[in-house]
């Protein structure tokens, strides 16, 4: 069955760094769509970036140019770096998997359990 565990989220001060990231199993992972998406309290939660079978990424306006997105299939993992990090940024962040041939936010059919990041 699919699996996706995250790990590397933490606490850090605003203008800092981190790196999470998402190790894949149960499925072939260089051939589905992957992306992470974000919860605060209070808030619906918010696609941040994907990344496509073919390498090709997208990402939210409020992340573009802060945050980068990459997988490497030989570990199966998808990775989220991020940079500059804001309070804002403070949320559950979670790794997906889209393993219907579509890559957009509402395909999105399985879930990692979360990492916490807070930016003070």
């Known amino acids: 069955h699919v699996q996706l565990v995250e790990s590397g989220g933490g606490s850090v001060q605003a203008g800092g760094s981190l790196r999470l990231s998402c190790v894949a199993s149960?499925?072939?992972?260089?051939?589905?769509?992957m992306g992470w998406f974000r919860q605060a309290p209070g808030k619906a939660r918010e696609g941040v970036a994907r990344i496509e079978s073919d390498g090709s990424v997208s990402y939210a306006d409020s992340v573009k140019g802060r945050f980068t997105i990459s997988k490497d299939n030989a570990k199966r993992t998808l990775y989220l770096q991020m940079n500059s990090l804001k309070p804002e940024d403070s949320a559950v962040y979670v790794c997906?998997?889209?393993?219907?041939?579509?890559?957009?936010?509402?395909?999105?059919?399985?879930w990692g359990q979360g990492t916490q990041v807070t930016v003070s």
């Open positions: 997906a998997a889209s393993l219907s041939g579509v890559c957009v936010p509402g395909s999105f059919g399985y």
């Open positions: 149960g499925y072939t992972f260089s051939t589905y769509c």
